[in-house]
């Protein structure tokens, strides 16, 4: 027999080592992490409003009333102009550049740009067109 058994595994001290490396790396990629996310979660709602400009202009064509879209601050108020039905859109991480939107039967948009805040400097996006295929 032999006196000395080969061991097998990891010891304590070279897995608290990993351990503490590893959490040195996720302290230092958290904050990355977390700036793709809110990224990310701008990008989705600037779409959703993109898509709301849209929705809205077809629903005025097809209608045939005239409906206004208040942005302000995290929140898109629309109203339809026939019978003053209001709905409140909330988003969690766009901050808008108050503006009023007037969107016309004839699928018109006044004005055409709309602004969001991004660190505290007005950012403008075109509204987009139905008549056009926009990205």
């Known amino acids: 027999m032999s006196r000395f058994r080969k061991t097998r595994g990891f010891s304590l001290i070279e897995l608290m080592v990993v351990l503490a490396i590893m959490g040195v790396v996720m302290s230092l990629t958290g904050g990355l992490v977390f700036k793709a996310f809110e990224k990310n979660k701008r990008h989705v709602e600037l779409q959703r409003i993109k898509q709301t400009f849209k929705v809205y202009s077809y ?8 409906i206004k879209i208040k942005l302000r601050d995290n929140q898109a108020i629309i109203t339809n102009m026939v019978d003053d039905s209001t709905k ?3 988003f969690d991480s766009l901050n808008f550049v108050s503006d009023t939107f007037s969107i016309s039967r004839k699928l018109t948009v006044v004005p055409n740009q709309f ?9 403008f996006y075109p509204v987009p067109s139905v008549l056009k295929n926009e990205k």
């Open 59 to 66: 629903k005025s064509f097809y209608t045939g009333a005239n």
């Open 88 to 90: 409140i859109m909330m």
């Open 115 to 123: 602004g969001i805040f991004i660190n505290e400097i007005p950012v």
